[in-house]
């Protein structure tokens, strides 16, 4: 059974339309990775699908259900804007918010999981005494308690450091060996291409992507080379068959222009330099983004308009 | 909708709210102010300052100042001690006549020379009292209406002046209508040659008591005698009922839209939206609300009790007014509180809140115009059909509901049907406006536009 099934669903505010005809199946017990350039309705998506915002047309059905209002005693919502009662203690904010969604005490669920991300010494202490990293600890528990059969976390790593972060991460993981669905909205390409068994890419209000990440780079062919060569960024200058170079450093990622030979290419790389590295690769997720939403796409969309 | 959502939002919201400083401090001030004051009125009713009193007085008739002196001095016979006791219960009024100035400007200096005296606290005032006071008014002088300040001007020759700079409620000045009166009447019968100075109380004025109606029991056919009706009863108690009543929903609903602003402004609400619908927030929230003000009020309603106790007017409180108190201050509240929400998630800021809050307290303000109308004449066209307009049903109704003749039996069961419906409304439009508005920032929306938002959601 599919988690969520949205069909042709749009919603505007005003004379904007935030989000344009989408239509999307993700499968239950999958990650499914939302991105998108900001402003490009993942987060009305996402609000769309914990009802907070209706859409003007369109059907979305959870668990093959229609919207039931019960429906949302299923989800588990992390918003991209966090904000947590200050005043309340750690604890007392913590089952506040699983009696809201469960209706039930969940005081033993609040004690596993403070142990679990580190938080059980902070129990009794004020959300406002904890740090900006405990604080977002806090907010994932608050929206994994009682455990939902759908997660969603709009820019769940934002400003996390790289060991909370990994602590949220793993326990993203471990919710899923559980068969909890989760849907996760990112700006990380690496956390897509690495946690996500789905990706959708929505832009302008509509979808230019979706899959997984195979299937994505399929449409793309491997039309990318990930050089090092002595020289840098100099070397690999002027090369025929390539239409762009991103520098990374110590690595140089070239782009193939269509039906261009690698093997060219490599040939002029090593008359005019020497080569350590030289890969045949698909784009990376990153470069798929950018030649969607990146400045190039802009002026190119521009130049057509 | 989901009740145990409703139920957890509303217990958080009452928890959180009654244990802050200031709901507390409300708690203890209110009461210490109606309770503790009544107390400390009643314990110096029976502690007066006792210091004496000195009124000076401008005769230009020549007579009546000795009537006045006459009359304080029996006056100062009759309450000055306790007859029981024998100790002085009573401040002494010392009467000094002072003889009239010989042209304009002497007087303009001796009614100078007489308020400084009264600004150094010599006298506490003084009187003049008009060459032509004796001559009988013509009807066009005569007027019974309520000064309320209004410019009308007495003719000094004619009239009495009396000046203080006290304010309040001053007891000599409405203790000397009556021995002017007499004295007026003396002199003017001497003048014409009768003399009744052995029998005064031939021109002394009758008592006028306030009487209730006679009733008769409708059960028993008991027919019950008129009482004798006290000011107090006539305005006291209507009016401390309405006051409360409306400061118990002013305290109770504005709260609301700080909260809801500062659960917007610190970005709560999307996460509790992800648990509860919005009507869902919304009506959690107008009930914790309702726990709030139910708290407070029984509180203040214990004050009042111990208030009317002190003051010895407990027989006054119509007790059959107590359960319409209750009905309109929850649904007073509840509409308020809708309202507060609507305007709340309107608002991105707290200064925006601050901006709305008079909006919010306009039903509780707007009827504080209308008291003064409303208890000089409580079924009045004004007065009827102001608390029939159902934001301002419950404080205006209570007030004539609790004045002694009440209203038509009608009148109360048509303004509540009225606010009823209002509120079911103001619950319904407030839960579309909250819905559309809660997540949006920047300016709070125009008027049309909230209309807009609460007419297609």
């Known amino acids: 059974m599919d988690a969520v099934k949205i069909t042709h669903v749009t919603r505007t505010f005003g004379n904007v339309t935030a989000v344009d005809d989408l239509s999307l199946t993700v499968p239950q017990g999958s990650i499914y990775g939302f991105i998108g350039p900001n402003g490009s309705g993942k987060t009305t998506t996402m609000r769309m699908i914990v009802n907070i915002f209706y859409p003007d047309r369109g059907e979305i059905r959870l668990f093959g259900e229609g919207r039931p209002e019960t429906s ?60 900006k990293g405990m604080s977002q600890k806090v907010q994932f528990i608050a929206t994994v308690i009682p455990e939902p059969k759908l997660l969603i976390l709009d820019e769940p790593f934002s400003g996390l450091d790289p060991v909370s972060a990994e602590a949220i991460r793993s326990a993203i993981l471990e919710l899923r060996r559980h068969g909890v669905t989760v849907i996760l909205s990112t700006h990380d390409m690496h956390v897509a291409e690495s946690m996500c068994d789905y990706i959708l890419m929505i832009f302008r209000g509509g979808k230019v992507l979706d899959g997984t990440l195979s299937s994505i780079q399929d449409q793309y062919g491997e039309d990318t080379i990930r050089v090092t060569a002595n020289g840098g960024l100099a070397a690999v200058q002027h090369l025929p068959g390539v239409e762009q170079i991103r520098d990374l450093g110590q690595v140089q990622e070239l782009r193939l222009t269509r039906g261009a030979d690698p093997q060219e290419v490599l040939r002029a790389l090593v008359a005019q330099a020497r080569v350590t590295s030289f890969s045949l690769m698909k784009p990376s997720l990153h470069d798929i983004f950018m030649r969607i939403a990146g400045p190039a796409a802009e002026e190119a969309n521009h130049a057509i308009a | 909708m989901r009740l145990h959502k409703v139920v957890t939002i509303a217990k958080r919201d009452y928890i959180t709210t009654v244990r802050t400083k200031a709901f507390v401090f409300g708690l203890v001030v209110a009461p210490v102010l109606f309770g503790g004051g009544s107390i400390a009125m009643s314990f110096l009713k029976g502690k007066p300052d006792l210091k004496d009193r000195h009124v000076a007085v401008i005769d230009h008739t020549g007579v009546v100042a000795n009537a006045l002196v006459s009359a304080v001095r029996e006056k100062n016979d009759r309450e000055l001690f306790d007859k029981k006791t024998h100790q002085q219960i009573a401040p002494r009024y010392v009467f000094e006549v002072v003889a009239p100035a010989a042209n304009a400007e002497g007087h303009r200096a001796q009614l100078l020379a007489l308020s400084d005296r009264v600004r150094s606290k010599e006298l506490v005032a003084f009187l003049e009292i008009g060459k032509d006071a004796l001559r009988p008014p013509k ?3 005569d007027s019974d209406d309520l000064d309320l300040g209004t410019s009308k001007k007495t003719d000094p020759d004619t009239g009495v002046s009396y000046y203080t700079n006290a304010g309040g409620i001053d007891e000599i000045r409405i ?90 402004s610190q970005r709560i609400v999307e996460t509790l939206l992800g648990a509860a619908s919005p009507f869902e927030l919304m009506t959690g929230k107008v009930l914790g609300s309702v726990g709030v003000s139910v708290t407070s009020s029984v509180l203040y ?74 208890l000089r004449q409580p079924n009045g066209v004004l007065a009827t059909v102001m608390s029939l307009i159902p934001p301002f049903t419950p404080i205006l109704m209570l007030l004539r509901q609790a004045m002694p003749n009440g209203v038509p039996a009608w009148q109360p069961w048509v303004g509540l049907f009225d606010v009823l419906v209002f509120a079911a409304g ?10 559309v508005a809660i997540l949006m920032q920047g300016k709070p929306p125009r008027l049309a536009e909230a209309v807009r938002w609460a007419m297609k959601g």
């Open chain 1, 72 to 131: 949302t005693d299923l989800i588990g919502y992390l918003p991209e804007e966090r904000g947590l009662y200050q005043k309340m203690t750690v604890q007392a904010l913590l089952e506040f918010y699983g009696e809201l969604r469960s209706g039930r005490s969940v005081k033993a669920e609040v004690a596993t999981w403070l142990d679990r991300l580190g938080l059980a010494n902070r129990a009794s202490d004020k959300v406002e005494t904890l740090s």
């Open chain 2, 139 to 141: 009807p066009s002088d």
């Open chain 2, 175 to 264: 203790w000397l209508n009556g021995p002017i009166g007499d004295g007026a009447r003396l002199a003017r019968l001497a003048q014409l040659g009768i003399d009744i100075n052995h029998n005064k109380g031939l021109v002394s004025s009758p008592r006028v008591d306030g009487m209730s109606l006679v009733e008769r029991d409708e059960k028993t056919g008991e027919v019950h005698e008129a009482h004798k009706r006290s000011e107090l009863e006539g305005f006291f108690v209507p009016f401390a009922l309405a006051m409360i009543l409306a400061m118990i929903v002013m305290v109770g609903s504005a709260p609301m839209l700080q909260s809801v602003t500062q659960d917007k």
């Open chain 2, 301 to 374: 309603v214990i004050a009042g009790t111990v208030a009317v106790n002190a003051l010895g007017v407990a027989g006054l409180l119509p007790l059959t007014i107590i359960p319409w108190f209750y009905v309109y201050l929850l649904t007073d509240v509840i509409m308020l509180c809708a309202f507060a929400a609507a305007l709340g998630a309107c608002c991105s800021t707290p200064q925006d809140a601050q901006n709305l809050a008079i909006v919010l307290l306009m039903p509780c303000i707007i009827p504080m115009f209308t008291l003064v109308t409303v």
């Open chain 2, 426 to 435: 103001t619950v319904w439009a407030a839960s579309r406006i909250f819905r």
